[in-house]
């Protein structure tokens, strides 16, 4: 059960870290690398990864016209974004297993689904169960079916989110290619909370933005019940050491 296992580490490694962001389905062969090292390195009891799209899930969403709102219902269109997505995937988890890190996938378009509120349902038995035998469960951005919509895009955020809340998470690092949340003089702020400590800086939050804007991320992040941490590569093994790195979003 679930209460058996430790409250995991939930990690995100964004898109625009393991994927070269201007060419399509793309790895940033070395920032991958990296990270692999950096996990495989880290003395974490129960972890579970997240990456985003990067140019693997991003541009095939936007030739199917698909975001987190917006669907479709042409079934070639939504594998192939999925594909893409389960290929960056397949990369992430072979060179996490390469590195000695015992990485299973969890697909989400499998798993999980909207309802017609876009309301997400993902059940989380298979994640729990792969921390309860100490694998190290991947996840990914994927599409989902959506009742009205045909299939919509879930994004890495979303599903961190999922995941702190329903497997009570000790700690969520964001790791994306900025070092922190920038205050209005793009430095980095030390800690966040309450969304007033970041607004002269991030604005009002776009209601219609759900997979990107740090606002948006901010207010998410606020409402977690767990310590988030947004932070740059270079801080990921800190990250991991159970040390502060980049900016501490504590509700
Ligand atoms: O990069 C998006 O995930 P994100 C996944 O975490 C797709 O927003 C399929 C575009």
Not at 8 to 31: N, Y
Not at 196 to 206: F, I, K, N, P, T
């Amino acid at each position: 059960s679930p209460d058996a296992t430790p409250s995991p580490v939930v990690l995100k490694l964004g898109g625009s870290v393991v994927t070269e962001k201007e060419s399509p389905e793309t790895l940033d062969e070395d920032a991958l690398d990296a990270a692999v090292a950096a996990v495989a390195d880290a003395e974490v009891e129960s972890l579970v990864v997240v990456h985003g799209g990067g140019s693997f899930g991003h541009h095939n969403a936007e030739k199917h016209g698909v975001s987190s709102a917006a669907g479709t219902r042409d079934a070639r269109g939504i594998y192939e974004i999925h594909d893409a997505m389960r290929r960056l995937n397949d990369a992430v988890v072979g060179r996490l297993q390469d590195a000695g890190v015992p990485a299973l996938p969890v697909h989400p378009l499998s798993v999980g689904a909207r309802d017609g509120d876009a309301a997400l349902s993902f059940p989380l038995d298979s994640t729990a169960a792969m921390l309860g035998e100490g694998f190290v469960p991947v996840l990914h951005g994927d599409v989902l079916a959506h009742a009205g919509e045909g299939a919509t895009v879930v994004s890495g955020d979303e599903l961190v989110t999922r995941l702190a809340r329903g497997l009570s998470a000790d700690r969520v690092g964001l790791c994306s290619t900025v070092p922190g949340v920038y205050d209005e003089n793009e430095e980095v702020i030390p800690e966040i909370t309450a969304f007033s400590d970041a607004a002269d800086a991030l604005g009002e939050s776009d209601a219609t933005d759900v997979t990107g804007g740090m606002a948006a991320k901010v207010h998410a992040l606020l409402e977690l019940g767990a310590p988030a941490h947004v932070f740059g590569p270079d801080s990921l093994s800190a990250f991991l050491a159970g040390e502060d790195a980049g900016t501490v979003i504590r509700g």
